[in-house]
């Protein structure tokens, strides 16, 4: 039997500001401020799984900015987010990892039409990191075959995403491109092997990346009731 507590506590900031430079200028702009700490303990009273005391911080400091304009048939923005990220992560009292991230994600978007036909193009980009609970050093005890574990040294996932989209009339086609660097995977310990006892660590893969491609053709359905 496993008894597990864990609690949170989270503070968060943000502001966004707009200037309206002209009818066809746009800027868009702000800051964002969050810090976020979770700790908690695990025992087990049967003695299969050694106690632990874990304890995580996070601090992010973000700002960003979009400029967006029209002109004519066309329509764009350009974006960029800067991001800092401080983070300790403590196990049974001692920090195990201490970590800096800094992090430029820039956006774009442009959209037009040719007669009738309308097309958008927009790419974006951010950072999937990791959750306290994949960082978590303790260990969940589903039962004597099976538990999990987390990893402290997880790095963060990038997210680069392509979108193309075109319409004519009821017709719609999209073709999304996505791209993930420093791919996180999950992976069963060796132990799985050797004691016939499963520890699923999320681990990260140094050297895998993972793009996907996905389209998608659409006739929209009008349906008129007199």
Same mark, same amino acid.
């Given at each position: 039997?496993?008894?597990? !507590? ?8 943000? &502001?966004?500001?707009? @200037? ?7 800027? #868009? ?6 810090? /976020? ?8 009273? +049967? ?10 911080? *996070? ?14 048939? @066309?329509?764009?923005? /350009? &974006?960029?987010?800067? *991001? ?6 403590? !196990?049974?009292? *001692?920090?195990? $990892?201490?970590? $800096? ?9 442009? =959209?037009?039409?040719? &007669?009738?036909?309308?097309? $958008?193009? !927009? ?24 538990? +999990? ?22 017709? #719609? ?8 660097? +420093?791919?996180?995977?999950? =992976?069963?310990?060796? #132990? ?14 140094? $050297?895998?990346?993972? =793009?996907?491609?996905? @389209? ?11």
């Amino acid at each position: 039997h496993m008894q597990n !507590d864990q609690r949170n506590r989270a503070t968060a900031l943000k &502001g966004v500001f707009a @200037w309206n430079m002209n009818k066809n200028n746009r800027l #868009d702009f702000g800051t964002d401020f969050s810090k /976020i700490s979770s700790w908690g303990m695990s025992v087990n009273e +049967e003695g299969k799984i050694a106690d632990d005391q874990f304890k995580n911080k *996070e601090t992010k400091y973000a700002g960003f900015a979009t400029f967006s304009l029209s002109a004519s048939k @066309w329509k764009g923005s /350009i &974006g960029l987010r800067y *991001e800092y990220i401080h983070a300790i992560n403590t !196990d049974q009292g *001692e920090v195990k $990892n201490k970590t $800096n991230y800094s992090d430029l994600l820039p956006s774009l978007s442009l =959209s037009t039409m040719f &007669g009738r036909v309308g097309m $958008n193009l !927009d790419f974006s980009s951010r950072v999937n990191r990791p959750s306290f609970r994949q960082l978590n050093n303790s260990v969940s005890y589903n039962n004597q075959y099976h538990y +999990e574990q987390g990893n402290i040294y997880l790095k963060p996932q990038y997210v680069y995403d392509t979108e193309l989209s075109v319409n004519y009339s009821i017709f #719609d086609f999209k073709l999304d491109y996505q791209y993930i660097k +420093e791919y996180t995977l999950v =992976s069963a310990h060796s #132990d799985c092997f050797l004691k016939n006892i499963c520890s699923l660590w999320k681990s990260h893969c140094k $050297n895998c990346n993972l =793009s996907a491609i996905q @389209w998608d053709f659409q006739r929209l359905q009008m349906f008129f009731r007199k």
